[in-house]
């Protein structure tokens, strides 16, 4: 029904930048909410950022305290597709990062599909 590609990670090292991508395809009307999330070995699933539309045009945006302030997440609804730009990379940055895609119910955010993820990892 919907698939979920991310792109752009890789090797960097700490203080730099990178730009993750998600290209969303499919039954992409069935969703609209996009999320990050990632996991580092030995760790839980976390929730890094996540981002909101509606059909007016408008944005909501949100992260978590870890990342506030280094990462940004972006949409392009041409394209489907959202970014997170990550800035001033620690070296616990490092994880794999999920995008996820999903809908705000039962007073909450519930994420329906998932993909398969992408390694980034911040050296010291």
């Known amino acids: 029904q919907v698939q979920l590609v991310e792109s752009g990670g890789g090797l960097v090292l700490a203080g730099g930048s990178l730009r993750l991508s998600c290209a969303a395809s499919?039954?992409?009307?069935?969703?609209?909410?996009m999320g990050w999330f990632r996991q580092a070995p030995g760790k839980e699933r976390e929730f890094a950022a996540r981002?909101?539309?509606?059909?007016?045009?408008?944005?909501?945006?949100d992260y978590a305290d870890s990342v506030k302030g280094r990462f940004t997440i972006s949409r392009d609804s041409a394209k489907n597709t959202v970014f997170l730009q990550m800035s001033s990379l620690k070296p616990e940055d490092t994880a794999v990062y999920y995008c996820?895609?999903?809908?705000?119910?039962?007073?909450?955010?519930?994420?329906?599909?998932w993909g398969q993820g992408t390694q980034v990892t911040v050296s010291s």
């Open positions: 981002i909101s539309w509606n059909s007016g045009g408008l944005y909501y945006a």
């Open positions: 499919g039954r992409t009307f069935l969703f609209d909410t």
């Open positions: 996820a895609a999903g809908l705000f119910r039962n007073a909450k955010y519930e994420y329906d599909y």
